[in-house]
């Protein structure tokens, strides 16, 4: 069989959904971006060393046919204009001498440092072998091309599988990290350059979890669906990952999320909740201000093309010779790949465990293993697999017989079918998988021969196929007895099994996947588009705006933004890493710093006094200049009377809720009831709410707040928003004026505003912060002053904390752990690829125009010129 055949997919039975279709609201392209971990080619490269001649193969590859075929099925027979988005792979040299991607024989023969002109050339081989001009490679060229696999196939491929990690030092798991952060931010430089308004990005799998929110922060209107093909572990596996937070927020940036089955929905929503803290339904995350859909919707085959490649003459003839070959003995076929969860142990022990118990099969059964190789992870396995079938064997083998035929090679898809359709027996006994295409396409290869299939109750075909016959792969004993059992199956038995099973296969066939998906997905996005969706803050962006500014100004919340929520208010003191950063920022005279918190001035003096920052206590009532000792009463001259009928309130609610205390501020009164029974507090918490505003907040100017687990009472007059106001309109470094209340743009010199103004807040209480910057950046766009090279003003107001609550700010960031990582980049502490950004990178994964970017490019100059002398030479 061809391998350029295998990229053709055939067409539905039913009209496939049509861009005309959609809600005309949308406005789409007609385009969906197919993003893929890599293409279905594969590039090898050919160095004669006598002659210098570089010779290069673009040849396809086997393995995702489902995904592929989803694509093709698009681009061939649908009025979408599908483009295909992926990486290359890792280039394969076969050369005369040995050579390998990790080894370095030269730069004249390395065919890592392609120049541009090389590159165009194999790219026009790629869309001349996917028989298709929208194709786009992703190129990474680095000497260790696997680098990029280690995070998504050492980390989170194991735990996803329930694969728990050895302890380590955590070094090479973080420069694992940093190879993903770039994999996905090249992607997303190359989606850059090929997405229009419109279009459908749709992203494929976990190699990719941190692209949807990338192109988020880039397309807020952005149409973005993320495919999970992988199982999604429970919340408990889940959060042993170290970046467990980015992880989420990454794939959150999706509109629309899929699974396998719903198990995995379920697992997802369970770490949303869990890890991230976001408000959940059945099918949906609230959270950014938007809702994101989840659903599960099992992928599945192209039955046409199937049914078409299975059942050729050619076929005909090899299944014709494996039954001569193994002439009165029953076959059992496996393919697996041959890692820890795909069970070629488990079913090795099975089959031995069948052989020992019904010894009337000896002789009489063969099992012919495939086994591709799996991509990391898998020695320990083959070397138990080989001492498996070793034994097997030895024990119940002679000269003329072999009970297991283990092939660890991948086969031609030929044999693959022929194998499929001689087998009287399936047996897949993975302990954890997403889709097993194996299960589906034996259901097709058996319609003429009614063989039974076992299936493994821990994959995600078993929700496909329910009429399958599901056992446990740790139970060998089970298994044996169910081997024995379809032996001995009626005819028609397997005749009824084998219709049902197909008739489920048929009816979920990729193309109807495919249409489905794409469906369900416009049909969300029509109805959450009003919603304004709050990406994740672009950290890289924000190096680059503060690098390139000379007045910066910080507005920082306390609680819940700089240090976590915790039910003891006095035990949230400052860490360490958060006094290094702080001293680090304050150090730098561009830089003021303002710390605006509900905490009495006490507190923060007494934590926080020591620092070159300005405070503002009781949220704006009092304040302390930068570098001053003495506090400001803002709320000296206005009637305070009304303090005294809130405490009563706060004691008559104190007396009937245990666990609640009242704190008596100079100005504000708060009543906390973080401590009470959660029931029972939020429900008193309700009446003393409604009771305060239907008494004090009608006789007196106050405002009655609700925040985290507390009810506050202060001063209408004074919040963080006025506080916010003095200190945006103050010239930058000079000393606040107390009594200047109402300030404009026109009171200060244009040169003496601040160029930046990173504002941080996690409660309803900032949203004040967050209003006043956006009314003084809408006044600044208005009165048309002159904006930065990246078109702002450098104002970022950003919310901390679970983002199911809505908010005015433009960006969120998950926890105030977050926070510090952000602030630690600023200074210099933290890498840039500690979290997903917007990273101009090379070919090769630098930083565009760094020192490592202009030694690759002197590099790949070199060597060009270096094959070209030796090809003249020759």
Not at 631 to 655: C, G, H, I, P, R
Not at 794 to 821: D, F, M, R
């Amino acid at each position: 069989m061809s391998g350029l055949d295998q990229l053709f997919a055939y067409p539905g039975d039913t009209r496939a959904l049509s861009p005309q279709d959609a809600d005309a609201k949308l406005k789409l392209s007609g385009r969906v971006l197919n993003i893929m971990t890599s293409l279905p080619t594969q590039i090898y490269n050919d160095y004669n060393y006598k002659t210098g001649q570089q010779d290069w193969r673009v040849e396809s590859v086997r393995g995702n046919s489902a995904l592929y075929s989803s694509h093709f099925f698009l681009d061939q027979h649908t009025e979408w204009e599908s483009h295909l988005i992926a990486w290359t792979g890792e280039i394969v040299h076969q050369s005369g001498r040995q050579n390998n991607s990790n080894t370095v024989v030269g730069d004249a023969d390395d065919s890592l440092y392609l120049d541009d002109k090389e590159k165009q050339n194999l790219e026009t081989l790629i869309r001349k072998s996917c028989k298709s001009e929208n194709v786009h490679p992703v190129w990474l060229l680095r000497k260790d091309q696997h680098r990029w696999r280690k995070y998504p196939e050492n980390v989170l491929w194991p735990v996803f599988h329930y694969i728990q990690g050895q302890p380590s030092n955590g070094k090479a798991e973080t420069d694992a990290w940093h190879d993903y952060v770039k994999f996905n931010e090249v992607y997303f430089n190359r989606i850059k350059t090929i997405y229009k308004p419109g279009d459908i990005i749709w992203i494929h799998d976990y190699y990719l979890f941190l692209l949807p929110q990338l192109l988020r922060m880039e397309f807020p209107d952005a149409y973005i669906g993320l495919y999970v093909h992988v199982p999604f572990p429970s919340s408990e596996y889940f959060r042993c990952l170290s970046k467990r937070s980015q992880i989420l927020d990454g794939m959150l940036g999706a509109d629309k999320i899929g699974f396998q089955s719903e198990s995995f929905q379920r697992h997802f929503l369970s770490c949303a909740a869990r890890v991230l803290g976001y408000e959940v339904t059945a099918n949906e995350v609230l959270a950014y201000g938007t809702s994101i859909s989840v659903e599960t919707l099992p992928i599945g085959i192209d039955t046409k093309k199937i049914n078409h490649d299975a059942f050729s003459i050619g076929i005909d003839e090899k299944v014709a010779a494996l039954r001569e070959i193994y002439s009165g003995k029953k076959i059992i076929v496996g393919r697996d790949r041959l890692d820890q969860v795909r069970g070629v142990a488990q079913k090795l022990q099975a089959f031995e465990m069948f052989l020992q118990m019904y010894p009337e099969w000896r002789d009489k059964v063969v099992l012919i293993q495939v086994s591709s190789p799996a991509f990391s992870h898998g020695g320990k396995v083959e070397k138990k697999v080989a001492e498996l079938v070793n034994h097997i064997n030895s024990e119940y083998g002679n000269l003329n017989y072999t009970p297991v035929l283990h092939y660890q090679m991948r086969i031609d898809k030929d044999e693959y079918f022929a194998l499929l359709r001689v087998a009287d027996l399936a047996l897949i006994t993975s302990v954890r998988d997403g889709m097993s295409t194996t299960a589906l396409e034996f259901v097709i290869c058996q319609q003429k021969h009614n063989s039974p299939l076992i299936l493994s109750e821990f994959t995600g075909t078993s929700s496909v196929l329910t009429e399958s016959i599901l056992v446990n792969p740790w139970d060998s004993v089970g298994i044996a007895k169910t081997m024995n059992d379809c032996f001995n199956m009626s005819e028609d038995s397997k005749r009824n099994l084998q219709e049902r099973l197909y008739i489920q296969a048929a009816s979920n066939t990729i193309q109807i996947w495919t249409s489905n998906f794409l469906s369900h997905f416009l049909s969300h996005v029509s109805r959450t588009r009003q919603s304004h969706y709050i990406p994740s803050l672009n950290r890289p962006l924000l190096l680059n705006n503060y690098k390139m500014s000379k007045r910066r100004l910080f507005l920082f919340d306390y609680d819940g933004t700089l240090t976590p929520i915790v039910k003891d208010p006095a035990a949230a003191i400052p860490s360490q890493r958060l006094n290094d950063i702080l001293d680090s920022l304050s150090a730098d005279p561009k830089n003021q710093i303002w710390i605006i918190s509900g905490r009495d001035q006490a507190f923060l003096d007494k934590w926080l006094g020591s620092k070159n920052v300005g405070l503002s206590a009781e949220h704006g009532c009092f304040m302390k200049d930068i570098g001053s000792k003495e506090w400001v009463n803002l709320a000296a001259s206005f009637d305070m009377s009304w303090q005294k009928k809130v405490e009563e309130v706060f004691k008559y609610y104190t007396e009937k809720t245990p666990g609640t205390h009242i704190e008596i501020k100079k100005v504000a009164l708060t009543w906390h009831y973080r401590r009470a029974d959660p029931e029972l507090g939020s429900f008193q918490a309700g009446k003393c709410y409604q009771q305060l505003l239907d008494t004090v907040a009608k006789e007196y100017e106050v405002e009655v707040m609700t925040g985290k687990a507390n009810i506050e009472v202060r001063p209408r007059f004074l919040n963080k928003g006025e506080i916010v106001k003095r200190l945006a309109l103050n010239p930058h470094g000079a000393k606040q004026d107390t009594h200047a209340v109402k300030k404009t743009r026109e009171d200060i010199p244009l040169d003496e505003l601040p160029d930046f103004m990173l504002c941080l807040g996690d409660d309803l209480t900032d949203e004040d912060m967050f209003r006043s910057l956006k009314d003084i950046e809408n006044e600044w766009h208005l009165n048309d002053l002159p904006k930065n090279e990246y078109g702002t003003y450098g104002v970022y107001p950003v919310a901390v904390g679970p983002a199911s609550k809505k908010t005015i700010a433009t960006s969120h960031l998950n926890e105030p752990s977050q926070v510090l990582e952000t602030l630690g980049l600023l200074t210099g502490q933290v890498s840039l690829f500690e979290s997903a950004g917007s990273v101009e990178l090379d070919d090769r994964g630098h930083i565009a125009n760094s020192a490592s970017s202009e030694r690759s490019k002197s590099a790949i100059r070199a060597a060009t010129i270096r094959r070209k002398e030796f090809k003249e030479k020759v």
